[in-house]
């Protein structure tokens, strides 16, 4: 067992099963704006990869996943796979009441940069797992007991005048109610948990 500093709550190391509380990690149950998505080559070598492509509005330009139920007080790892696009740099939010947070990865020196609140000190991870795309992630205890949001944008949240040729590509997101992230579990419409 790992003691929670934040929350100092008993987290285990080994469990003998893990869920990902993200309910469909497809691209069917996204949600945003002001990007397309179409599908790439996965860091499986399978065609489940998403790849993100800016609209030339002037908006916010981002895709995410919700309905990801947490509780108040409880530590949940956050990962994603990233592969580089036209951007050096990609950010990952989840700026809800719930989880209150941003990861922001850096492809040029293979760095990950994370701030928010209750964050989980040296949670954060960056791992390369080749043909260009990153295994990335933190944990973070939290806030509210409620559903949270997590979201992959090109640059930020913030609106710009999108440009086309801009893509990133991603996959995988996973939530986990424990302090490291596990191997990815793909869902569907629900929640799954794997032994």
Known sequence: FWL??????????????????VP?????????????????????????????????????????FGGISVVAGLTYAISYFIKKGT????????NTAQIN???????????????????ISNSKFIRNEGNGWYRVGYAAVADATGNTLIYTAVKSLSSYEGNTS???EFFGPQVEQDSRASAHI?????????A
Do not use: C, W
Request: charged content about 10%; aromatic content about 6%; proline content about 3%.
């Open 4 to 21: 929670n500093d934040i929350s100092s709550e008993l987290t285990p190391i080994h469990t003998a099963s893990r869920t990902n509380l």
């Open 24 to 64: 469909n990690t497809s691209a069917n149950g996204m949600t945003g704006s002001g990007v397309t998505i179409s599908s790439s080559i996965g860091p499986d070598g399978t065609n489940n990869g998403i790849k993100m492509t800016e609209t030339s509005a002037t908006s916010q330009h981002f895709k995410g």
């Open 87 to 94: 951007y050096d740099s990609v950010a990952i939010f989840t």
């Open 101 to 119: 947070s941003s990861a922001t990865i850096n492809f040029a020196n293979e760095t990950i940069t994370v701030s928010g609140s209750n964050l």
């Open 166 to 168: 801009n893509f990133t």
């Open 186 to 194: 793909p869902t569907s419409g629900s929640a799954v948990t794997v």
